[in-house]
């Protein structure tokens, strides 16, 4: 595996603080997305133009898109839940959204409160208008391992969500395990199926870490070819609307696991855990990555 190369999707801004219970300002979300880069990272999700009412977290990222430098290699990106998502995104420079639908119909009715085929009808003129303005489009699916509310998931109707937004034009679908119920069987058993009739290079592992599977997962994905991840920075957040998720995958905890494989990913760890730190000082919530505990008891130490 050691020409590998993975590309990294930090979503810690968005998916990460979305979650938190504690709100932060948006001069302490620019300065994390600005320590984030200078560890490394290259493509970030940054933030959501959604409804406020719904995920008050996230009110503000067109300020947090405006603050932002373009940086030659940096990616910047933003979820967009419909048209009027998409004119927040334009109006304020976003380079490239994200479109999110599920693959259970009781969390799409939950998160955006339409059902699947509502939301693939809402995401036409987005990605049609967004490909007019030559801004990328990715695509999440969510509960591909399992739902909060229905429990389990077809691997069928997550295939056909897939497919959908992949034909739609997302050049990259994220496979989203929401509320971390996954199991590396499980995953390696999705990414075959997704990888039926989606090439794998356009598939992407979004795993949450509640029962503990969030590396496992990931490693299994990569074992079956998949090269590009979603972490968070110290394991931050949840999702809204499936209770009791923790957060993402931690991006040290990905970080380490792939350094010691011999994959590059252009990140430095002792940089990325002092990302960590800072937004945890912020939340006042301490670290959710094994990696960063032991760095940081060792920092202690010496
Ligand atoms: P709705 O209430 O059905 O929308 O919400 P509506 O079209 O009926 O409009 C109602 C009001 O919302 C109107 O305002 C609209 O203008 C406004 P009013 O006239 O009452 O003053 N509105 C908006 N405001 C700001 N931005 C918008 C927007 N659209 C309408 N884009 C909606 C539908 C989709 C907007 C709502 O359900 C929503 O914002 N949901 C967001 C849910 C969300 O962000 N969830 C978390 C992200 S998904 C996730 O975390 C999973 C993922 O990480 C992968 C995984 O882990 O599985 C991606
Ligand atoms: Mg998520």
Redesign the pocket.
């Known amino acids: 595996m050691t020409s590998d190369v993975v590309k990294l999707v930090e979503?810690g801004p968005?998916?990460g603080l979305?979650?938190e219970s504690r709100r932060v300002p948006v001069a302490v979300r620019v300065n994390l997305i600005e320590r984030l880069i200078a560890a490394g990272l290259r493509n970030l999700e940054v933030g959501?133009?959604?409804?406020?009412?719904?995920?008050p977290q996230?009110e503000g990222s067109d300020e947090v898109m405006r603050s932002l430098l373009p940086l030659p290699g940096v990616s910047y990106c933003a979820?967009?839940?419909?048209?009027?998502?998409?004119?927040?995104a334009l109006g304020c420079g976003c380079p490239e959204i994200?479109v999110?639908a599920?693959a259970s119909e009781a969390?799409s009715q939950r998160?955006?409160?339409?059902s699947i085929a509502q939301s693939l009808a809402?995401f036409e003129p987005v990605l049609m208008r967004a490909r007019h303005a030559g801004i990328p489009v990715r695509g999440?699916?969510?509960?591909?391992l399992g739902c909060p509310l229905g429990g389990d998931v077809a691997l069928t109707d997550v295939v056909r969500v897939s497919t959908s937004l992949y034909e739609m034009g997302c050049y990259e679908i994220?496979?989203?395990?929401?509320?971390g119920v996954g199991t590396p069987e499980k995953t390696k058993a999705l990414v075959r199926a997704c990888a039926s009739e989606i090439p794998l290079a356009s598939l992407a592992g979004?795993f949450?870490d509640t029962y503990g599977m969030a590396i496992a997962n990931l490693y299994a994905a990569l074992d079956c070819g998949v090269r590009v991840f979603?972490s968070s920075v110290s394991g931050l957040?949840?999702?809204?609307?499936?209770p009791g998720?923790t957060g993402?995958v931690a991006t040290e905890d990905v970080a380490y696991l792939l350094h010691r494989l011999g994959v590059r990913t252009g990140i430095d760890l002792d940089a990325l855990v002092h990302a960590g730190t800072y937004i945890d000082k912020a939340l006042g919530r301490l670290t959710a990555s094994r990696t960063a505990r032991a760095i940081n008891a060792r920092s202690d130490r010496g």
Request: charged share 15%.
């Open positions: 979503v968005r998916d979305q979650n959501a133009f959604v409804s406020p009412r719904w995920v996230m979820l967009v839940p419909n048209e009027k998502g998409l004119e927040a994200a999110f599920a969390f998160n955006i409160n339409c809402r999440y699916v969510s509960c591909v994220s496979l989203g395990d929401t509320t979004h949450h979603d957040g949840g999702c809204p609307y499936a998720a993402n």
